[in-house]
């Protein structure tokens, strides 16, 4: 059965593949489909939907946008989206603003402890308009200070280390808003990770189009919640393996297979938002098989 791996990286946020690289791993592990969905910019989408034609492949451009609500981070990811809307545009652009000024100051600190990393290492290092801590931590290995990634986020960059700065996040419904300008669907990422089940209710009714339950880190129980929840408030499911190439030690494309009947049917919920001839809606969602 066609397959997809709907949460996706590249060089252009934190990921390390180029979008043809990506797109090569997708066609190996026969992948019929598949969404980037870098954070806070839509710069590798076009390259990335270019590579994905000659080989067949189905393209859905998306972006994952950072999040808060009521206190909890949480990501938002969207599909299907136009990626020359204005809005969105205008506001990924101050995202990535935001972004680089982190950098800044992430580096500050670490000059503040006798580490004379230079901002502009980092943004050469990143080459990208959306750099994040990964980056930081590579410039900190690259340069000698740290014997890998997971040395300088312990001892630099996790959460109350000393070079750690809090992300700016937008409000969640903000970016609902911000996905549906741009004609997309809005879903919830990785729900398991940021434990935020108390604000779901808020969400869906704030407009939220889904859940991705299937994901790297989600084992088979928490998948099975999320699923339930899905159901319970006529959520579309979503998967994908968020791969962010060598970043993280390992390529996790080819990990979550998504099964394609979930890709149609986030295509009829996208048909009934913008109406347009075609086939009936698919089959309903407890007759779809598990990801592989």
């Not at 791993?25 to 969905?37: F, I, K, S, V």
């Not at 990634?149 to 911000?178: G, M, Q, T, Y």
């Amino acid at each position: 059965m066609k397959a997809a791996d709907l949460h996706l990286h590249t060089r252009f946020s934190d990921g390390t593949y180029a979008p043809d690289e990506l797109v090569g791993h997708a066609q190996r592990h026969q992948l019929g489909a598949l969404a980037l969905t870098d954070h806070d910019t839509v710069e590798g989408c076009e390259p990335a939907a270019a590579a994905c034609r000659p080989l067949g492949i189905e393209f859905i451009a998306g972006t994952e946008l950072t999040a808060e609500w009521e206190g909890n981070e949480l990501h938002i990811l969207g599909y299907f989206i136009d990626t020359h809307d204005a809005l969105l545009l205008r506001e990924l652009a101050r995202f990535q603003t935001v972004r680089q000024d982190r950098i800044r100051e992430m580096v500050a600190r670490l000059n503040q402890l006798h580490i004379p990393l230079q901002a502009q290492t980092v943004f050469a290092l990143a080459n990208c308009r959306s750099p994040g801590r990964p980056h930081v931590g590579r410039a900190l290995v690259q340069a000698g200070y740290c014997v890998n990634l997971d040395e300088a986020f312990d001892r630099f960059l996790k959460k109350n280390r000393p070079a750690w700065v809090p992300k700016c996040k937008i409000s969640a419904l903000h970016a609902i808003e911000l996905v549906h300008h741009a004609g997309g669907l809005a879903v919830m990422a990785h729900p398991g990770l940021n434990r935020t089940d108390g604000v779901i209710p808020e969400l869906v009714a704030a407009g939220l189009d889904g859940l991705e339950c299937f994901h790297t880190k989600h084992n088979p129980a928490t998948t099975e919640h999320y699923l339930q929840l899905a159901a319970h408030f006529h959520l579309l499911v979503t998967g994908g393996s968020d791969c962010h190439g060598m970043s993280k030690g390992k390529p996790l494309i080819g990990s979550v297979k998504l099964p394609y009947p979930y890709v149609e049917h986030l295509k009829a919920r996208l048909a009934e938002k913008r109406p347009a001839p075609g086939p009936g809606p698919a089959a309903p969602a407890d007759a779809l098989p598990p990801p592989s």
